[in-house]
């Protein structure tokens, strides 16, 4: 299984960026994939989520200003962060709750993270 995240950098507060996580070896049909955020120091925290019903959920902090995305075809999953503030700062980790190809049971998969700066 491998959930690979991109599309992380330095942007200035107000700013925007969109990170995308490609996966390989989960059904992803069915799976449910998330964003979660670790910034130094802190807990890891989700961020948004996105069932495979297309359900959104998001954070409080965050609702309004990031929109999470699936794409059934390129199997991957995005996070358009817009208006980021100084406090977005963060590691961002895909993960899926999935199945893996050929079993029936779900579990829990990260990807390597993508460091988010936000400037003031």
């Known amino acids: 299984v491998q959930l690979q995240a991109s599309g992380g950098g330095l942007v200035q507060a107000g700013g925007s960026l969109r990170l995308s996580c490609a996966t390989s070896?989960?059904?992803?049909?069915?799976?449910?994939m998330n964003w979660f955020r670790q910034a130094p120091g802190k807990q890891r925290e989700m961020v948004a989520t996105?069932?495979?019903?297309?359900?959104?959920d998001y954070a409080d902090s965050v609702k309004g200003r990031f929109t999470i995305s699936r794409d059934a075809v390129k199997r991957t999953v995005n996070l358009e962060m817009n208006s980021l503030k100084p406090e977005d700062t963060a590691v961002y980790y895909c993960?899926?709750?999935?199945?893996?190809?050929?079993?029936?049971?779900?579990?829990?998969?990260w990807g390597q993270g993508t460091q988010v700066t936000v400037s003031s």
């Open positions: 993960n899926a709750l999935a199945m893996r190809w050929g079993r029936s049971n779900r579990s829990n998969y």
């Open positions: 996105i069932t495979s019903n297309l359900k959104e």
């Open positions: 070896g989960i059904t992803f049909s069915s799976a449910t």
